[in-house]
């Protein structure tokens, strides 16, 4: 009831642990002492503490039920305290079950105290080596130059990185549809086995280009292969597509300088006949004259069909 409200947890198991530990002493006492069939409170207590705290927390609470038992237990045994019971009545055992009672009890809390322990050192382990990983995660998803996106199988972002972020322009979009930031996706995401390359487009005030987007669509499953979801791997080609559309233009402008090129030296040729053929002309007659102007009027014709 008060764990969603503590602020310092560490003194929160402190306090919780003692409480469990007074608690149990009084049912205990409350219910015959050493012979009492609620001694297990006190191993539940010493467990209680394992969970919730550190091993000098869990050495310090069976050290202090094995305490307290012992002291109960004395002042019983001496006489100068009575344990209580439901009915009123005191049910004195024997000397021998009196102590066997109490030995159990402390051999089980003193057991489950040394087992706590060893079993509260490998929760601190592997607690530590989950908070290690969930941060190696954490720097690997925020080192990533691309975007990355999960949704769930109704298309519904469920994890998003910073640059996925930025490229939607948003600080968050988490239970969101991924078809409302990325229109072009609209038509749902059903990638194959080895994946589905996908490309969208993300649109920006104008003048400003839109956000060019290419990327993988790969299925995210359980490890019994059960589908979660799909995870969308993008990066902002933007720069890239504007490049490719330069590099078109280039080479469309390199095709017509080609092309000039050879009209160039298609007309130059029949050019120089037609001027060699002009110039001889005026001096001949005859033969001679009508084989060069044949020459300038096929020439000709040839000059008509390049430019054509």
Known sequence: ???????????????????????????????????SGAVFLFPVAVVGSAIMGDKEQTLAATGGCVLIFTATTTLHSLGLAIPLTVTGEVDLQPPTEFWTSY???????????????YLN???????????????LTDDMVRSLTSGLITVDTEGRVVFANAVALSYAGVHSMIGERIQDRFPSLRDGLIPSRHGLRIATQIPRTAPEPPVQLEGICSTLRDADQHLLGYVLSLED???????????????????????????????????????GSAELLEGSEGAERDKLTSLILRESSRLAGTVD
């Open 1 to 35: 009831w008060r764990l969603p409200r503590a602020r310092n947890l560490s003194m929160f198991a402190w306090v919780q642990t003692m409480f469990d530990i007074v608690l149990a002493s009084i049912i205990v006492q409350l219910s015959g002492g050493t012979s």
């Open 103 to 117: 030995l159990l009890t402390i051999a089980a809390t003193v057991s489950v105290g040394v087992l706590s322990f």
């Open 237 to 275: 080609v933007t720069e890239l597509v504007r490049m490719r559309a330069a590099l078109e233009r280039s080479q469309r402008l390199a095709a017509v300088g080609s092309l000039a090129a050879s009209v160039a030296h298609e007309v130059r040729n029949p050019l120089a006949a037609i001027s």
């Open 121 to 135: 050192k490998q929760l601190v382990r592997f607690e530590r080596q989950v908070s290690r990983l969930g941060a």
